[in-house]
């Protein structure tokens, strides 16, 4: 027999058989597969030098462009102007995940930076390799065997390893010579943003699998003095550091990345050890940052290190709601995520009267229609997995649903390729997942949605709580 926690047991005489007519309503309307949607949403110790001797000039015809040279589609957004975007990148990567930015995320934007540590063009727009000024000595590090190659080589200098999917563990992804190559591009990359525009107000910087709203990021920015030194990101720690989330993207104020520049060139080769001993770059920037008295402005839900199918906008997180804050950036959004959010968003700001897009807009007008009673090779993500008193049996659909119309908080439920059932009270769309079978109670989602109401007003996070 299953063992449901105690705070329910009381309820159960009474809400079992109106949970069961439910059930039986919520399997007979959506338990089939064709329920599923078609969219898919360090060793050397050798010296380490830096010399920026040589700095990217601004091109319009490459990289930047004013306002009379975007698009006459593009519609007007004033700020913008005063906002210099940075998306690094790197060669194993670019050429699948950068061109769909450059005909989405990145054609309106006037004032554009690409990084990466193998400079070519890609979509009309050319990356920028940020080690080009670094150093023999420098690059003598096995961490940048990659470099290396493809500087040597170019794309025929890289190897079946380098492409070599590697788990994600506590220390990151040390199996993946990319990924070890990675850390080392931050503080080049925020010193070549200073001197490519060092008149801007703000410095925004992205990952590749990082997607940001724009009309989101000039009314948050709105929000604070420009003159001050700000950096502003999603919160995380390593140890007794805190740093801003390089995937999720972060944002520098003109002081601040003045300061922090001058900070790396004034102290090159202690940075370098520094990062040497480290695994984080984007940690390596935040002490750096620290360092010469700059602290992170903590900042979810604005940005986040999870894409917007894993965001749960109906509860709560590091004791905030989302459903009111406009967010401006997702991660480890996929291209085919990224045209699809970006097609929503052209619709959403096509209308005059939608100035921002909320977490509760995305969630009731884009996540809730793509929720399914059941659906099978589809991973929700629900967590909390049940066991059966005394029976290790694997658990039917029927079962794993049954157990979660039980409980009034469970909204999602799935069956992974074992048996195992899991529920939550979360609402996520998920990803397709071959072998596993989800399932979400619809009239539950729908009466939270009706719970959490309409806001009111744009919540803005503008200083640490």
Known sequence: MLKLPARYSRWVPLLAPAALILLFIHLNSGFSSDSLAAYEPAVSHTPL?????????????????????????????????DVLVVLKTGITEAQDKV??????????????????????????????????NSSEELRANEDFALYNRARERGRQGLQNTDHTKVENGMGGMSGNPGWKLDKWKFLPMVTEARNYMPDAKWYVF???????????????????????????????????????HGGSGFILSHDAIHAVADEYGLRPAAWHERTHQHWAGDCILGIALATIGIPLLWSWPHVTDRSLWEQDALNEGFGTQQWCYP??????????????IHDFELQWFANDKHSLLLYSDLFKNLVRPMLESYAENWDNFAQTELKREGDNSPFTPYECAEQCALDVNCLQYRIDDSGRCSTTDQ???????????????????????????????????????
């Open 99 to 132: 061109p769909v930015h450059v005909r989405t995320t990145l054609r309106c934007i006037p004032n554009k930076l690409i990084v990466s540590d193998f400079e070519e063009e890609i979509a009309g727009l050319k990356t920028y390799d940020v080690f080009r």
């Open 206 to 244: 992205m990952e590749a699998d990082t997607y940001p709203i724009w009309p989101n990021l000039v009314a948050w920015l709105a929000e604070f003095p420009a003159d001050q030194k700000l950096y502003i990101g999603n919160q995380m720690m390593i140890g007794d550091d805190v740093f801003a």
């Open 327 to 340: 967010p401006f950036t997702f991660h480890h959004m996929t291209p085919k995520d990224v045209d699809r």
């Open 427 to 465: 609402a996520l769309r998920g990803r397709a997942s071959a072998g596993v079978k989800s399932g979400t109670m619809m009239w539950r989602v729908d009466a939270r949605i009706k719970e959490r109401g309409k806001c009111q007003k744009p919540k803005f996070v503008t200083a640490n709580p």
């Open 49 to 81: 030098h830096y010399s920026p001797e040589r700095t990217i000039q601004p091109s319009q015809s490459s990289l930047s462009a004013t306002d009379s040279d975007l698009p006459a589609s593009c519609r007007p957004l004033p700020g913008m102007e």
